[in-house]
């Protein structure tokens, strides 16, 4: 999803295919180093968008944690590396909210790093993206004045909008909501329908704070191409990440409410509060990236409507 939005911004900047290297999973494992090291030799690129990783929501971060804290390790650690190996000076690392402690202050500075014990839900995954940062930082700290090694990160919030995952039980929560106020519609059109609610999971009382994906491409893009000596002023080497976000929360309640007024469902919505609610606040703080001049531009309730018609054309 971030990959192809970023991809999308690169062309409306003017390059075009012969200047982008781009690779399905089927055509390039990142968690096989060989692979890695095959392609960075080959190709020489001269600037890494690393937004490639295994992501979920609570339900396959709490079955799959294993997977997330190896696959995203690997990827990181194969393509920042093998990236320094080739020459590459300028590459961009994309993190995640959950890098956060659970009860750290809100909204979240970027100084609130390592200061408090994780989500337990994601903590596999915030562990190695807290690892992409701290690779890039190291990287930077050893080989920047030798090498001119200028690796960067960003930390999205929570990001939806076109390619999102809508699988019915991997999906993080606005798919998912879409994916089921979606089909819960078209139950209420049928004649044999015997579904009379819509049921999320928690209690609805979360606050949650999300990004559309294309105002992250266009952050990544504005991050990335900042001066060198403008982005040395504004971070430190060992707390170089930039947080991104909307700077707007909702709770998980009425963004379900939300949901179902772009679908057009008007039936019952249920909440399981049986069911974990993950962190009970997730607020990015931006005015670093706010102050250096970047500010998003789509709305929720506009940006859920661009989602739910991606859904229809590409997911259903």
Known sequence: MVGSAIVRHLFAQGLNSGNLLLRTHAELDLTCQAAVRTFFESEKPAQVYLAAAKVGGIHANNCYPAEFIYQNLMIEANIIHESWRAGVQKLLFLGSSCIYPRLASQPMPESALLTGPLEPTNEPYAIAKIAGIKLCESYNRQYGESHGTDFRSVMPTNLYGPGDNYHFENSHVIPAMIRRFHEALSDQHSAFSTQRSVQIW???????????????????????????????????????????????????????????????????????????????????????????????NVGLEEGLALAYNDFLINHQ
């Not at 982005?231 to 909307?246: D, E, K, R, Y």
């Not at 909702?250 to 909440?271: M, N, P």
Request: proline share 5%.
């Open 202 to 296: 928690g209690s609805g009382t979360p606050l949650r704070e999300f990004l559309y994906v294309d105002d992250m491409a266009a952050a990544s893009l504005f991050v990335m191409n900042l001066d060198k000596a403008v982005f040395a002023a504004n971070t430190t080497p060992m707390q170089s990440h930039i947080n991104v976000g909307s700077g707007r929360e909702v709770t998980i309640k009425e963004l379900a409410e939300t949901i179902s007024k772009v679908v057009g469902y008007k039936g019952e919505i249920e909440f399981d509060s049986a069911k974990p609610d993950g962190s009970p606040r997730k607020l990015m703080e931006c005015s670093r990236l706010n102050n250096l001049g970047w500010r998003p």
